[in-house]
């Protein structure tokens, strides 16, 4: 994914050398993946809405949508990515009120894993105790469990300075500038100690909500 090249220049008031995101959103907004909002300022606290995060990926995936935009700006996005397999497994329809909800940093964790799976065709990891890594492991629903996972395994995503995961939050632009490099470009993704490929049944093929892996 992310064909586009990687060029410099962009710059936006808010954010600054040293933020934590710095390097990740002056990668997407050169790359053409993610630009700013209208007043120029690229708001990195700011939530992201599902059909602006299913557009960031449809993008890395090199998806074009074909279809017109019937409900929802987003419409062409969620249809190519559902057709694609990166929206199984959760309950989000083609509707304008389900399409403006800020996404949550567990259903943007199950599309990255679907990406991976379905359309990277990358294979699974297995953690090692994955429990002692993620705060609230715990905590996280059987449904999203395998999502989150995998995602920290492919070392797409970590958690708060509090070691937890915090699921139920609210995606932020900031934390999507992250999510989209890491799981677009390979070297980007962070070392992983605690977790090891394997060769699975889903691996490189499609997967859905009811697929596990054991993490023990």
Partial sequence: ????????????????????????????????????????????????????????????????????????????????????????????????????????????????????????????VKLSAPESHIGDYSSVGSKYLDAVTQAYGKGILDGYTDGMFHGDSILTRGQAAAVVVRTAWASSRKSVSFATEVETATGGGLVNAADSFSFK
């Avoid at 630009?35 to 890395?60: N, Q, Y």
């Fill in 1 to 124: 994914g992310a064909s586009a090249a990687y060029s410099t220049g962009r710059t936006f008031p808010d954010v600054n050398t040293g933020d934590w995101y710095y390097n990740d959103v002056m990668k997407c907004a050169n790359s053409g993946i993610i630009d700013g909002l209208p007043d120029g300022k690229f708001h990195p606290e700011s939530s992201l809405k599902r059909g602006e995060f299913m557009k960031l990926v449809a993008v890395i995936a090199d998806f074009v949508p074909m279809t017109a935009a019937v409900n929802h700006w987003a419409d062409p996005y969620y249809k190519v990515l559902n057709n694609a397999g990166v929206l199984w497994g959760l309950d989000i329809q083609d509707t304008y009120a389900d399409l403006e909800k800020p996404i949550t940093r567990y259903e943007m964790a199950m599309m990255i894993r679907n990406l991976c799976f379905n359309v990277y065709g990358e294979n699974a």
